[in-house]
């Protein structure tokens, strides 16, 4: 099949552009000495996660009990479920774990701590560090860390972070800077844990950004990162990735035309209502538009409005553009984990317009 | 099963306000003189859509060719679909068309007016009209509408126009003006194809804002409305509902606590990036947190930031609230559309907390 035979809006993802990032976090971590633990979060994909396995441990990073549970039916067991647990959800974490998946957990408070401990089958766990986002996680030099593993007792099996401030750095020194910040955090509490009695054999940190930007990984055992395999028009903005790195666009066709734009239909649905790059400097409204081949050859054609099911996008006066209806385009999205997440499968391509694989997507929760 | 004990983030829907917002439409409509062709959109549910014929002609307005199968799946023939049609999408129409369904489909294109006028299943189209949104639509007083229609021939079954931009205007008189302006294009576009000799038997317009604050509707056939059956943050700023008509809810467990703020496990995916608010005028952010019984009462503890799966919550320093990690709360959402989006099903309560039924929905295109 050739995506301009496909039903519009569809996503395609091009494996060599994939593989390629993949690659090439891959050698930039193993250049720094540190193993991979993918944020499965973007892909939501089995075909993806054993792409961005090659050449690591072998564990992953998931956001939803969804993502945990396919993963885990798809014969992934080391799953780090990196969303803080609920009370609640432990029993569903002990149903996966009980059918033979390694999930853990994470968590920043003592009462949940003192639950998980008190669960007939406790998942082990990792305890969130707060290394500058001011989301979640607890004060590296704090009381309640220590508070924290004294509850979990052997449950504790290390800490993380996630330094999601990395994506307002605007420059690569502001990056790495995050990168060490986030780095010293979450290995002072490392060294704080282990100097109170406690093995804490896991020191995970990551984003992409700060994945990419981070010069030295000392004391971290595992970096996480999930967007980096997909990329998107913020991520190239920030610099993790180039303008040609982004691997997932959303296929449309035009259903309208007007001077000076287009309408297609894509709408806020198709790509989601995400505006990341608003504070980038460039600002790409809903995403930029490609050409049937994904390259950017119609200058700034940018989405700028995005109804339900409509896209309107404002043509560059450099690049007139007269399409008819029907005619397909690709766009790039702000976001690549927002867009995709409207999507329950992916046309996969090598470069070029055929179709040679569909995969799916595990959306919801 | 009561909402207490569903897995979060989850769609509520409180069949109670449901039916009151259906029934309130219903009667503004009835002493307009005017039938409704719902608008399944929002909704996307079988269960809904029966809920909103009720005392109606039967037909309804769609926004994907994956509703327009879900619905005639389920029985409902009479199907709109609203969205401009590409001549690539008139098999589809067709085989629906061909199984006993009667869908309809838009077009402001002459081009592909011709397209459905040689394709061997060709459906019935509406021309759409550009009653100021600036979107889609021809002029109804230009030379396209009647050059459209030529090439439509038999195939012309009347005019729709969409007054989106009523979403801009900020009072009842605004609001009406919009109504009365979409009125008269669509109106007066019908009264030009009539002249030169195509039926023209339906004239739609609609939205919910100019539904509800439309004066006068002589001439118009059918409104076509979606959004006032579940009512949003939105929709209640510009005064198309009460605040407290807002149906559909995330239902959401609290994942973390900080000074002024709590962390709760619907971000972005499960509200949507939608913000709609931002220029309204009050700013809900994300949305605004309601207890578990759905009413507000915790002031203005809003969601102001949005990951992928963690809201945070900024408190009312008048409602400080003290709620453990695992506490239920539901959000009322910015853009009811857009957050039901990323969601499969609804959990039905009828005002309290136990869920009476689970209703699907069809998502996707």
Known sequence: MNLASLPTPSLVLDKQVLERNIRRMADILAARGVPLRPHMKTAKSIEVAH????????????????????????GIGD?????????????????????????????????????IAAHPSPPRVLIEIDSGEARSGVDP??????????RLGPQVAGVMTHAGH??????????????????????????????????????SMGSSPTAVHGGDFTG???????????????????????????????????????PGRLIVDAGGLALSKDRSTEAAPRDYGFGLVLDLAGRPAFGDAIVRRAYQEHGVVELDPAHPLDLPVGAKLRIAPNHTCMTAAAHDRYHVTEGGEEVVAVWDRVNGW
């Open 51 to 74: 792409l961005a396995l090659q050449g690591q441990p072998g564990g992953i990073t998931v956001s939803t009990l969804a993502e945990a549970a396919y993963f885990a039916r798809h």
């Open 141 to 150: 030099r704090g009381d309640e860390l220590l508070a924290i593993a004294e």
């Open 220 to 258: 971290v055992t595992e970096v996480r990162a999930g967007v980096y395999m997909f990329g998107d028009l913020f991520q190239a903005e920030i610099g993790t990735h180039g303008m040609d790195d982004i691997a997932m666009t959303v296929l449309t066709s035009v259903i309208g035309r007007r």
């Open 166 to 203: 990395s994506y307002g750095a605007r420059s690569e020194a502001a990056l790495a800077a995050v990168a060490e910040t986030e780095r010293r955090a979450v290995v002072s509490a490392a060294e704080r844990l282990r100097a109170a009695g406690h093995a804490t054999p896991i020191v």
């Open 79 to 115: 799953i780090l479920y990196a969303v803080a647990i609920t009370p609640e959800k432990l029993d569903a974490v002990a149903r996966l774990n009980a059918a033979g998946a390694r999930v853990m957990v994470i968590t920043d408070d003592a009462d949940t701590a003192s639950a």
